[in-house]
């Protein structure tokens, strides 16, 4: 046997198989690149809000994130509703994502509604449909029930899913961290590292498969954004303390009046708002809304996003 000429073709063959292994990873780097594109601020009163976007005609949509995810919690949802003809908009609430604004400002979901609003006003510009999920759904119900927001909102169909509902959040995942941000000691307990393990943690156990769904890529979007900027993290300590169920308390009682389209969309096998208690109570209160489950965990979008775009269209079509 010739043992020189078999390690020749052996080191070939793993050299193909390098390239080859490169490719496909340069490929999906460049696909991600692609879904996920550079956030892009507008600029309204104080603030610069942080946005996403996908699409440059078609229906508006506007999709809402919540904790502690940012805008990449739509990464894969948005190209492809994208692909369906829809103009996604996804803007970053302040605390939660690269948004900037004073560090007095309101941080409750009513704040947030307010600055979503603005965004819509001065961004999308016409009717729109809406999707909130998590606390984006609870700043959702506030935009269309608040007796000022609601008037000021162009919402023409309304998606609500896995969403703060009445007093049923913060989760008791969420608690230690509220009492953390509120402590005289806050700055010094939310160092990089603990907010880098607070927020992989988080994210971790809202998903069926997490060492499968966070990738390299959207861990590192999510770590820019809490550990490793020291204004966005003031921000997210600062959202923490804001966290108060009072605003859903008072705005879930009256989605019974939103009398537009309206879906619930749900994770199945989410733990932190399961479909058999917010899930069905928000149902109780919009018994005319469609009701769509999905075999997900909290942060769905993530883990079945063409499940998600289908469940829009066929909404939006009916």
């Avoid at 479909?275 to 919009?286: D, E, F, Q």
């Amino acid at each position: 046997m010739d043992i020189g000429n078999t390690m020749n073709k052996i080191t070939t063959k793993l050299t193909l198989l390098i390239i080859a292994m490169a490719a496909v990873l340069f490929s999906h780097a460049n696909s991600f690149a692609e879904e996920i594109p550079g956030r892009n601020y507008a600029k309204i009163g104080d603030y610069e809000i942080a946005y996403r976007e996908w699409g440059t005609s078609g229906t508006p949509i506007m999709v809402i994130h919540g904790i502690p995810l940012n805008t990449v919690l739509w990464s894969k949802v948005g190209p492809l509703l994208a692909e369906q003809g829809y103009h996604v908009f996804a803007p970053g609430q302040l605390g939660l994502s690269h948004t900037k604004g004073p560090f007095d400002a309101d941080y409750s979901l009513k704040g947030q509604a307010e600055l979503m609003t603005r965004f819509a006003e001065e961004v999308i510009g016409k009717p729109y449909i809406l999707y909130g999920h998590d606390l984006g759904g609870g700043v959702a119900q506030i935009m269309v029930t608040d007796a000022d927001l609601k008037q000021r909102n162009e919402v023409s169909k309304i998606i609500i899913g896995n969403a703060a509902v009445l007093d049923m959040w913060p989760v008791p995942e969420a608690i230690a961290a509220i009492e953390a941000a509120k402590s005289a000691d806050a700055k010094a307990i939310f160092t990089p590292e603990k907010v880098g393990e607070m927020v992989t943690a988080f994210a971790s156990a809202g998903l069926m498969e997490p060492s499968k769904t966070l990738s390299p890529e959207i861990r590192a979007d999510l770590l820019a954004n809490y550990a490793e900027n020291d204004e966005t993290r003031q921000h997210f300590i600062n959202y923490l303390k804001a966290m108060d169920n009072k605003w859903t308390v008072e705005a879930s009682p009256k989605m019974v009046m939103w009398n537009r389209p309206a879906m619930l969309l749900w994770g199945v096998n989410d733990k932190f708002q399961p479909p058999y208690t917010s899930g069905v109570a928000l149902a109780r209160i919009m018994p005319h809304a469609r009701w769509e489950y999905l075999q997900g965990a909290h942060f769905y979008p993530l883990e079945v996003p063409q499940e998600v775009v289908n469940a829009v269209v066929a909404f939006d079509q009916q």
